[in-house]
């Protein structure tokens, strides 16, 4: 199959580029798995000291592959695919967060759904003018499951309301404003920044730094895993609904759904 992730090093940073930039860089399991992969070969690395995460072309990352969701509703077994789906997107999120080196997002474009999802599992944020970010599930008959846990752990439940009940995309200001995003800078500076932010980390311990995720994501987010557990089940659950077929379809079909 192809390779829809590439690896660079840059001592002390190593890189993940998403790279299926004609479906801008959407999630496939192909992809998940890759990625994966990616970080435990990065974990095995000892000189590169952050892990840079970015998108090829014009978008970070669009979401989730919703052909792949609604090949699966023609399947018999539809229901235990999306289920495995989920899962596998819970256990993408929990590798970053429990990644013990520090992962800087360098957000080249459009973060949505389960790319937002990316966004917020990582521990620095640096983005471009045009890094919109959202979560437009609802609007696919979908729910943000995974992602909303960690929408309220980074930001607080009263904006994370506002971000998954309207479904909207906001502009890379306001995500700065909200600090989903830490820092804005131009496209063609993003990767040179994120690079010395990697930089600034690897001044520290290693040990050090993955003591203070580990405090970060374990300690102070203890119910983290819990309610990830919990939106892996209403993001599967969704997905079983007419609203959700009429929606991807929709989306697919480039139109607009017609809500039974």
């Known amino acids: 199959m192809e390779q829809v992730i590439r690896i660079r090093k840059h001592v002390p940073s190593g890189t993940i ?23 435990r070969d990065l974990h095995q690395e000892k000189r590169v000291r952050a892990v840079i995460l970015t998108g090829s072309g014009q978008a970070f990352c669009s979401g989730i592959d919703l052909q792949e969701v609604q090949e699966s509703g023609r399947q018999q077994d539809a229901t235990q695919q999306w289920h495995e789906d989920a899962v596998q997107y819970q256990e993408l999120l929990e590798t970053m967060l429990l990644f013990p080196k520090p ?20 521990d620095i944020v640096v983005a471009t003018p045009e890094a919109q970010f959202g979560l437009p599930e609802p ?22 309301a506002n971000l998954l009940l309207t479904a909207r995309l906001v502009t890379s200001e306001e995500a700065f404003r909200w600090n989903i995003y830490h820092e804005l800078t131009a496209s063609d500076t993003i990767w040179a920044r994120a690079h010395q ?7 520290s311990a290693a040990e050090s730094l993955q003591l203070t ?16 557990s919990a939106g892996a089940a209403a993001s599967a659950t969704a997905q ?3 609203a959700a ?5 929709a989306f697919i079909e480039k ?6």
């Open 17 to 39: 580029i998403l790279q299926r930039t004609e479906k801008r860089n959407a999630l496939s399991r192909w992809m998940m798995l890759q990625l994966k992969q990616a970080f």
């Open 103 to 122: 992962i800087i997002a360098a957000v080249n474009g459009p973060a949505v759904g389960a790319g937002a999802g990316l966004v917020l599992a990582s």
């Open 139 to 160: 609007r696919r008959g979908l729910v943000a499951g995974l992602v909303a846990p960690l929408l309220a752990y980074r930001i607080a439940a009263g904006p994370a």
């Open 197 to 203: 932010l990697a930089e600034t980390c690897a001044q």
């Open 213 to 228: 995720k580990r405090m970060l994501n374990e300690t102070m987010g203890e119910q983290l895993a819990t309610h990830l």
């Open 240 to 242: 079983t609904t007419d």
């Open 245 to 249: 077929r009429e929606g991807v379809d």
């Open 255 to 260: 139109r607009e759904p017609n809500w039974p």
